[in-house]
């Protein structure tokens, strides 16, 4: 399968891109850091033990900018796309009362308005599949009555808006045979957790959530669609 991962360089993204490259699919792997991203496929390359990791590097917030540079740069490597992964995020740990505008835009920025413009961006890409996908990594905080958390009003916001649009557009793509899906982590043991609530005991390491998102984009996508999937083993 051609799958391409926003926010690959580490986390999440960079686990399942090395679990899917164990079956030689064909990766296309986005973040900023250009450094941990080809790190990140070379380690998939040598798992494959062929070339099957290309490193896009790009910030979602330029693609919002220029949405053709970034079509035809990625056109040089694959004219047809199975799966695109939303997994890129922005946590932001603040206060409502300490935040503006501006630093709401820029959050929703990552969660939203880049995922927003990359699924557009590869409309062509997956309509050129028989079996397209669009899968979007959401957080327990934007399912409508989980508990929530003081400070991620923002953030929890950004992916409840992409949440709706998961709902939406699984109904508007549903004639092109392109599925569309959410999945709403609870927390996992990363970078972003460390970094927003140190010392939090996460309930999943990045392999495992890693582990089950690729059962998903392989197998589990396929029983669903407009759904977002609470991925958490705790209540509510
Ligand atoms: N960890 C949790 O507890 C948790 C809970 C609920 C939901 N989630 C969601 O799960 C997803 C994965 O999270 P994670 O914990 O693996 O996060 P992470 O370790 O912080 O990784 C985030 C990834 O997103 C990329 N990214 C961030 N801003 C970007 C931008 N402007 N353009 C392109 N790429 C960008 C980062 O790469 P670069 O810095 O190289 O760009 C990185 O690869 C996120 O959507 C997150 O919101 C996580």
Sequence with gaps: MKILITGASRGVGA???????????RLFLLARNQRALIGVCQTCNAIAGEEV???????????????CNFLEHLKQYTTSLDVLVNNAGFLM????????????RSVFDVNYFGPEALIRVCLPMLKASSEASVIN??????????????????YSASKGALAILTECLAEELKSDGIRVNALAFGSVQTEMLDEAFPGLKASSTAEEMGSFVKWFVLEGCKRFNGKMLPVSD???
Excluded at 138 to 154: C, D, H, N
Aim: net charge negative; no cysteine.
């Design 93 to 104: 740990n603040r206060d409502f009362e300490k935040i503006t505008t501006s630093i709401s």
């Design 234 to 236: 705790s209540t509510p």
């Design 53 to 67: 990791a290309i490193p896009l590097v790009f910030d979602l917030k330029d693609l919002l900018e220029d949405e």
């Design 137 to 154: 990594i959401t957080s327990m905080g934007a399912v409508q009555g989980s508990v929530k958390f003081p400070g991620l009003s923002v």
């Design 15 to 25: 686990q399942l891109a090395i679990l899917l490259a164990r079956d030689k699919h």
